[in-house]
């Protein structure tokens, strides 16, 4: 007799676009890493409805490359292993669940589920406004000469809401610096695609 075994897994994958929404300029447009110990947590606090788990916040930092007197850029490796990853130098955080009361801005720092009936995925996709006026002390022009700037941004990534404070990372993704000024308004449009895999094995 023939015995089958129904294997089944998830795959998830991330994907970034960072951009000026009233140019239409792209400044970074690449995917990103996946911190999969911490999402398989998200997703297990998820789905037994702990009240955690979930895509609470969007978070920005300015350590994430060096540049050498010539200009070279060198990238670190994302942060993707140990429950308390962080990112390289965190300097900015942002609330993107749009039922938080810390919200600022929901209509425009929301997440939303896109799903096409028949097919094996799903996308999350985040979405956050950084305005003129934030963040707050930014330089008044994109003019800066230096990456120690707090808001030259070269990494960012997504953390699940923790009651007990700070969330866990499940994204981190780093770029070439991309400064946050007076004069521009920056969005980040982040897909996280979760995708079950399955199949029959003899």
Known sequence: MTQFNDLNGIHVEGHIKISDPDSGEIYVNKRN???YENMSIALAESLANQGEGFV???SFGNGGTSVDPTGIVTYLT???TGTNS???NQTFTKVVDERSVNNTDP???KTEIRHVSGTNYTDILVRCLLDYGEPSGQDAF???GSNDSLYVFDELGLRSYSASGTGRLITHVIFHPVQKSLNRLI???YTVRIQSLSGIEG
């Open 56 to 58: 609470y916040e969007m």
């Open 187 to 189: 969005q980040v449009d």
């Open 142 to 144: 994109d003019t800066a």
């Open 78 to 80: 994302p942060n993707s």
């Open 33 to 35: 890493a996946i911190h």
């Open 107 to 109: 209509a425009r720092n």
């Open 86 to 88: 962080s990112l390289y």
